[in-house]
């Protein structure tokens, strides 16, 4: 029981992905009516005991933007706010290597762990929130992107795939059509 | 906060139950015909319609005109999706492939069949990548034209992979990710090139594609079809060009031969048949939407799953967009342990409602043999009586999709001007609720259609009962009572969903 409680919830699938009230654990990008903010992204989740919301303010941050993240932990049958500390995390979202920096370690502030956070170059990033609950590690994973980034990615992979397959097709049915030949032509000889 | 479609009227369901009920009574008292009777009609020699589809027959320059645009819109999505905003209702990626195209594709198939699969874009590509030509019988060396495996001359492929589109679509909410939309996009590109590089023909197309397969399938109930023009010209032709091709027009891409061709469901519309017809004596018929379903189409095994997983998923599609959906699994997700995105408990969820009507259906198809007492295999039944699902998935569907499409859709306009959403915000709740209120027809003509769908949708599974079990058992009627008892629980049931609250997708 305890061990399943080491989670790791990796909702950055795909980055500058999108939630409806439907799907959980896609980040939402709203609008306050009743204020002049820009537009914040929030993600709700659930892991182990608690319902988990963050919200980053701006929704798109720029490099060398000032950010901030908001925290919520509710327990799941209480409902009451977890009351602990959360370290919050940094790291470039690559599948090996990449920099990882701690941002800071907070305590609860009227029921919110709040985290500012500015990065200076444009790229993808995951924000981790670790804590500890009953002795239990959580540790919840978002996707932010910093600026714009190429998308080009899954183009170049696309491409690669259709050219080697169609330069590996043409080559053995140039094979092929040769092989043929010779056989025509050894018949042809005897 | 949730925002919702109202559902459909309790007058509606009332009208609609008495309905049910009665034509259920109906069917059991009355003995079917032997043989459904029918005429089709040339649309070619029809006013006003005949003269666009004798132009579109004329040559394959308007086909290839159509698919070139499409592969505009279609390469704009994958951009828009790559590069644009992440925010989904100010992306055309998002918009334009879920609430316009897979809303509108099947409300299409209602009119067209299966047109959508001549003018698709993945296949086009894939297509002029391979053949590297624009149209026309492309040189052989650019295929191995291998055969496919014998294992894989199959469906299950294709509900497989719709199956997993589902579960991408609903699970991952790939829906709401124009980066994700994107990737999708391309995957369909790369399967379709890949599939036309190794295999003979279109296998992506006959056996793979889960879009192509669900617009087959819907297209047994399409009011048209390509079909001969003179059955004797067909009979009396040994060459058979819409089999084999000709010099310049490739050969059916899913084997079809058109003299003998009785069911659109491997029919991929792409008109080859038309052109490479020495005689012309190919084109499009006008005919009843129920002949096929009701007695043309042949069952097969794999073919009832699949049209059972189709009313499974369109149904399961409903039930994802009930406003306590989210409460639900995310309760689930808490029983049995899920954390994060809750995609396991999504999954089992999913396959929970795929099991069980489809495990209700066996047990009622066991039930109507035993009740017959006939020598008829149980597989044989199974296949055949599966046909009954078809309208009424296919009339669910459209209903439940006219809600996206006639409250979702609108604003285009913007979203061609500015696919990418550059410098746009996330809807403003007063945005949303213009949305809302703003609908392209009026809220009690959508109630009006949608509840003529569900009509026509179980008069005509009522139909197909009627049709295919008596054909199957040849006497008496009681024993259909146990696929009418099927036909009323499951479309009950998605008259219930339809009465529901929908959550708007975006």
Known sequence: MKSRLLLTVLMCLMTASVFAHHVLGRPAYSLSDDSNTPPSMQVETQIGDFFVTYMVFPAFPQPGQQGRVNLYATHRDTGKPFNGQVTFVIKDDKWFGGHKETLGTQNIDDGVYRQGFLVTNAGDYIISAQFFSDEAPYTIDFPLKIGQVSGIGPIGIALIIIVSVLIIVSLMQRKRLLRGKIQVAHKDAT | ?506
């Not at chain 2, 070139?68 to 390469?75: A, G």
């Not at chain 2, 617009?215 to 009011?223: C, E, I, K, T």
């Not at chain 2, 009930?322 to 049995?336: E, V």
Request: glycine share 6%; proline share 6%.
């Open chain 2, 1 to 506: 906060m949730t925002m919702t479609h109202p559902g459909l009227p309790f007058s509606w369901q009332i009208l609609i139950a008495v309905f049910m009920l009665l034509v259920s009574v109906w069917a059991i008292l009355v003995r079917p015909p032997a043989k459904a009777r029918y005429q089709g009609w040339s649309l070619e020699q029809m006013p006003l319609i005949g003269l666009l589809v004798r132009f579109l027959n004329s040559s394959p320059w308007p086909l290839l005109f159509a698919k070139i645009i499409m592969v505009v819109i279609f390469v704009t999505v994958i951009f828009a999706g790559l590069q644009g905003t992440p925010i989904p209702e100010r992306n055309l990626a998002t918009v334009l492939t879920w609430n316009l195209w897979w809303a509108g594709l099947i409300v299409a198939i209602f009119f067209l069949g299966s047109a959508w699969c001549a003018i698709c874009p993945w296949d086009a590509l894939a297509t002029w990548l391979v053949r590297r030509r624009l149209w026309g019988r492309g040189k052989l060396n650019n295929s191995l034209n291998l055969k496919v495996p014998k294992w894989l001359r199959n469906v299950w492929p294709a509900l497989l992979m719709f199956m997993a589109l589902t579960w991408f679509e609903l699970g991952v909410g790939v829906t709401l990710d124009p980066y994700a939309t994107a990737v999708l996009s391309l995957l369909m590109v790369v399967m379709a090139t890949v599939s036309l590089a190794l295999f003979e023909d279109k296998a992506f197309c006959h056996y793979f594609c889960p879009v192509g397969r669900t617009v087959g399938y819907y297209s047994q109930l399409a009011p048209v079809a390509l079909r001969p023009l003179d059955p004797d010209v067909c009979a009396a032709c040994t060459t058979l060009e819409c089999y084999h091709g000709s010099d310049k027009v490739e050969p059916c891409p899913t084997h079809l031969v058109m003299g003998t061709l009785k069911e659109n469901t491997f029919c991929t519309s792409c008109g080859n048949c038309v052109q490479s017809c020495p005689d012309n004596n190919v084109s499009w018929h006008l005919r009843p939407q129920s002949v096929e379903v009701k007695q043309d189409a042949r069952p097969n095994w794999d073919d009832a799953w699949f049209m059972l997983g189709l009313l499974t998923l369109t149904s399961f599609h409903g039930i994802t967009m009930l406003p306590f959906w989210y409460d639900g699994i995310s309760q689930f997700g808490g029983w049995i342990g899920d954390s994060g995105r809750l995609l396991l408990s999504f999954s089992l969820g999913m396959l929970l409602i795929m099991f069980a009507p489809i495990a209700l259906y066996a047990g009622l198809v066991y039930w109507a043999q035993c009740w017959t007492r006939k020598a008829i295999r149980y597989r044989q039944a199974f296949s055949v009586l599966a046909f009954a699902s078809l309208p009424l998935a296919f009339s669910y569907h459209i209903a439940h999709n006219l809600n996206h499409l006639v409250r979702e859709s609108h604003d285009l306009w913007t979203l061609f001007t500015n696919p990418l959403g550059v410098g746009t915000q996330p809807l403003s709740m007063m945005e949303k609720h213009e949305r809302h209120l703003q609908m392209i027809i009026s809220q009690d003509t959508l109630f009006l259609l949608q509840g003529g769908l569900m009509i026509f949708g179980f008069w005509l599974a009522i139909q197909v009962i009627r049709y295919r079990a008596f054909a199957l058992y040849s006497e008496t009627r009681l024993w259909v009572l146990p696929i009418i008892f099927f036909a009323i629980l499951i479309h009950g049931f998605d008259l219930w969903l339809m009465a529901q609250p929908m959550t708007m997708r975006m």
